[in-house]
């Protein structure tokens, strides 16, 4: 049997000066913050069997994958399937209490939770992932490859791998930034999740992050 591990590492800690959920918006890059946990993250796996490190398009997933790709002396590939979930909320605050959600203009936009209505199904979103997990596991079949990528997607994508529901509370996520969820492969056949922190917990309710 072939092991193969696919590590899907969200991107780090982005500059974010007025707190905005801005999603797929351009021009949000890491902050100082981020640029260490980055290379922390990339020091963390400097000894892995690494050959394959594929990136959302967005720049701050970019800027992730690059201490690490540069570590492992290999590109940083781009899969469009990696990007962040869209959403209408983008480019508006919308913590609890505030923002946003106080408008009633905005409340018809909340009525399916489920789905949700406010933004790109979650199963979309899963088979999207997943979609990406099986390219980047053939690319490094028999080693291991690194996806970075973005909160919702990755943990939306575990829970279909777990067989769980895919609507959830978000402020229970278990994807801090930085952090890896790694999948391990025999075969094609999802064999293990591994969840870890390497730079440390963060809080799951950070707006946008």
Not at 74 to 98: C, Q
Request: hydrophobic letters at 40%; a positive charge.
């Amino acid at each position: 049997m072939t092991r193969t591990v696919v590590h899907l590492l969200r991107h780090g800690e982005v500059y974010n000066p007025n707190g905005i959920l801005y999603g797929r918006l351009p021009g949000f890059r890491l902050s100082g913050a981020g640029q260490q946990q980055a290379k922390l993250v990339a020091e963390h796996l400097n000894e892995r069997d690494i050959t394959h490190v594929v990136a959302s398009p967005l720049e701050r997933a970019q800027q992730t994958a690059r201490p690490l790709a540069d570590s492992h002396q290999l590109e940083v590939a781009v899969d469009d399937r990696l990007i962040e979930s869209g959403n209408k909320f983008e480019g508006l605050k919308v913590s609890v209490g505030d923002g946003a959600l106080r408008s009633p203009r905005h409340w018809p936009k909340l009525y399916n939770p489920f789905r949700p209505s406010w933004g790109e199904a979650y199963l979309h979103i899963a088979h999207r992932m997943l979609g990406a997990v099986h390219r980047a596991r053939v690319a490094a079949a028999g080693h291991e490859a690194v996806c970075v990528s973005h909160q919702l997607p990755i943990w939306t994508v575990r829970r279909f791998l777990e067989g769980r529901r895919m609507w959830h509370d978000p402020r229970r996520r278990q994807c801090s930034l930085a952090s890896l969820t790694s999948l391990v492969f025999q075969d094609e056949e999802l064999v293990r999740i591994v969840y870890s922190e390497p730079v440390g917990r963060t809080d799951p309710r950070v707006t946008g992050a």
